[in-house]
């Protein structure tokens, strides 16, 4: 009998019509998303009675709250990434420069939810999974000079996890040309300048979402997902040259943070945080080596008309939307 094996898992997506209705099973109409690690996972919040029997025994199980939720790890490839930003911030404002495109994803000051159907294929074993209602509720990235492909975290949140009797969709549509930068590739800038001894950035853009389990819908899965706050922070790593970095943290001072990519034929990914605030920190000394210093950053509220934090892709996909 043959056992599971995760580089045999086939992960299949599309955008969801409406709320709690995953979408049905179609050749083609799905997409093909390729990841290092899914960890969307089904939870279900079993109870236990504590009516008094007489004896000394345990209450019954009930059946308890069910919801599905985790991250999922992809490849930053320059086209596939525009569908997993596309679900998170909504369609991108598209600048057409012939031959490319330059896709501006932004944070909505009132958003709205976009809902997925996602199915995971156990190829090897015939088994498969689908997760319906799923929410991308923010992202997180982490920069540095290594050899590694560049990588992206997001968040989601849904309704439920069933099994299903066959895949979604066998021949899922696959972005043809989805080249992934290399870790060395990243560059940091500081208020649009390329920046000196930066080790290491990281920083999460995500919106304070959740599955409604409070309104009483006369089902274990929540109701809906409700959206809260914008919210951006993350890291910088230095190598400790000057005071420069602790001035801007001990000044309150703001910048503008960025992270980008960009490869031999034009394409590009940049997240960009504004008007981002260094906490106090001081580098800490052990060893003989090269010292280092790591300053942790939040963003606050934009100004009015300006948002958080954004990213903008360069490629050669027209629109993100479903294959048919």
Request: charged residues 20%; aromatic residues 8%.
């Amino acid at each position: 009998m043959s056992n599971a094996r995760n580089d045999n898992v086939l992960l299949q997506s599309r955008i969801q019509a409406a709320y709690g209705a995953a979408e049905a099973a179609a050749e083609g109409a799905y997409r093909h998303l390729p990841f290092y690690e899914y960890g969307i996972t089904a939870s279900e919040d079993l109870g236990k009675d504590d009516a008094i029997q007489g004896d000394h025994f345990s209450g019954d199980i009930t059946s308890g709250l069910v919801a599905v939720a985790g991250n999922l790890v992809v490849p930053t490839g320059l086209q596939s990434i525009g569908w997993h930003l596309a679900m998170l911030f909504g369609d991108p404002v598209t600048v057409d420069n012939t031959g490319t495109y330059t896709h501006t994803f932004s944070p909505a000051a009132v958003p709205t939810n976009r809902f997925l159907t996602m199915c995971k294929s156990h190829r090897d074993i015939n088994q498969h999974f689908v997760a319906d209602s799923l929410v991308y509720t923010g992202l997180e990235i982490s920069g540095k000079k290594d050899n590694q492909r560049a990588r992206t975290t997001f968040m989601l949140t849904g309704r439920q996890e069933e099994k299903a009797g066959a895949a979604r969709d066998t021949t899922p549509v696959a972005w043809a040309n989805d080249l992934v930068p290399v870790g060395f590739k990243g560059l940091v800038k500081i208020d649009g300048a390329p920046a000196a001894a930066i080790t290491s950035l990281s920083g999460k853009m995500a919106m304070d979402a959740e599955a409604d389990q409070e309104e009483m819908n006369g089902l274990p899965t929540a109701a809906g997902v409700d959206r809260g706050e914008w919210q951006g922070d993350g890291s910088v790593g230095t190598r400790f040259r000057d005071s420069s970095f602790y001035d801007l943290a001990v000044d309150g001072t703001l910048v503008d943070l960025s992270l980008e990519y960009t490869l031999s034929n034009g394409w590009s990914i940049v997240y960009k945080f504004f008007k981002a605030r260094l906490e106090r920190s001081s580098p800490n000394i052990s060893g003989r080596g090269i010292l280092n210093a790591d300053f942790n950053w939040q963003i606050g509220r934009p100004a009015p008309g300006q948002v958080p934090f954004n990213v903008v892709l360069t490629n050669d996909v027209a629109a993100y939307a479903n294959p048919t």
